[in-house]
């Protein structure tokens, strides 16, 4: 896809969540607007993935560690054509194939269920281990939070890894800098984070997370040094990014819009829109 492409796949995602979580009177809107590019960059440019095998054994595969953030996710899911747009409208539901958190026996596109934070690097170094042992070529990548960075599994699962020279596996830090209740450095500090993942093994890469052009290049690069070590990207983000009165706030990390709130956050991201093309 071509850059600009890639770009409004980006500001659909957006819309997306916003109207999922607003319908759903719930959902985790500030990580998963901070994620969005992420995900448009892995999902349509990035990964070799098939949209009518969702098991083929050949794909990539991708872990969502920070399982909360589901609505970036789903949308993702839905736009790329895993399931149709209008199932994003049952989103919590009731026997929903759209859990709260992702479930791989209900949802075409999901390699793993996650949820419990901190375990998603374990269970993506598994699969980078199963690669090897059947012979693949596949790389796994694995999206995390960097409040998720607090906990102590992540750090045992960058030890084997790294002491391992764990191959095709890339993870990926949301370092949006706000997590449920407070900034990360407010909670617990993780910083250097770059550093401590370079100490472990790890090759690192800094980015800014928003910035389609810079991550394309970024992840790119990360699958030609992932043939030797594991890798991890330090994706500098927003929490809320692209509607400004959810930008860096902790309340906007778990809780939907209401009505009013649902109109101004979609025309924030039309203005931004317009803006940005006109530029």
């Known amino acids: 896809m071509t850059l600009q492409e890639l770009e409004l796949k980006a500001f659909e995602i957006r819309k997306l969540i916003i109207d999922t979580t607003h319908h759903a009177g719930m959902g985790h809107v500030g990580g998963s607007l901070s994620e969005t590019e992420l995900l448009t960059v892995l999902f349509f440019e990035v990964m070799n993935i098939d949209i009518n095998n969702p098991s083929w054994d050949d794909r990539d595969r991708f872990v969502l560690s920070k399982g909360h953030c589901t609505p970036g996710y789903y949308s993702t899911l839905a736009l790329r054509g895993f399931f149709p747009l209008e ?65 102590g599994q992540v750090w045992e699962a960058a030890l084997y890894a790294g002491s391992n020279k764990v191959t095709h596996i890339i993870g990926i830090t949301d370092d949006n800098k706000v997590q449920l209740a407070a900034t990360t450095k407010e909670t617990l500090n993780i910083e250097p984070i770059a550093d401590k993942w370079k100490v472990f093994g790890w090759d690192v890469i800094e980015c800014d997370g928003h910035n389609i052009s810079e991550l394309v290049d970024t992840l790119n690069k990360a699958k030609t040094l992932s043939l030797k070590t594991p890798v991890m990207i330090i994706a500098h983000t927003v929490k809320g990014k692209g509607i400004d009165f959810m930008e860096n706030r902790w309340e906007w990390h778990g809780k939907a819009p209401n009505d009013e709130e649902f109109r101004k956050a979609l025309n924030c991201l039309e203005l931004t829109r317009q803006q940005n093309n006109h530029d």
């Open 87 to 151: 199932t994003l409208r049952t989103f919590d539901e009731l026997g929903t194939i759209l859990q709260g958190h992702p479930d791989m026996h209900k949802t075409p596109g999901i390699d793993i269920s996650s949820g419990s934070l901190g375990q998603g690097l374990s269970c993506g170094i598994g699969m980078a281990l199963g690669r090897k042992a059947l012979g693949k070529s596949f790389y796994t990548y694995v999206l995390m939070g960097d409040g998720e960075s607090q906990e």
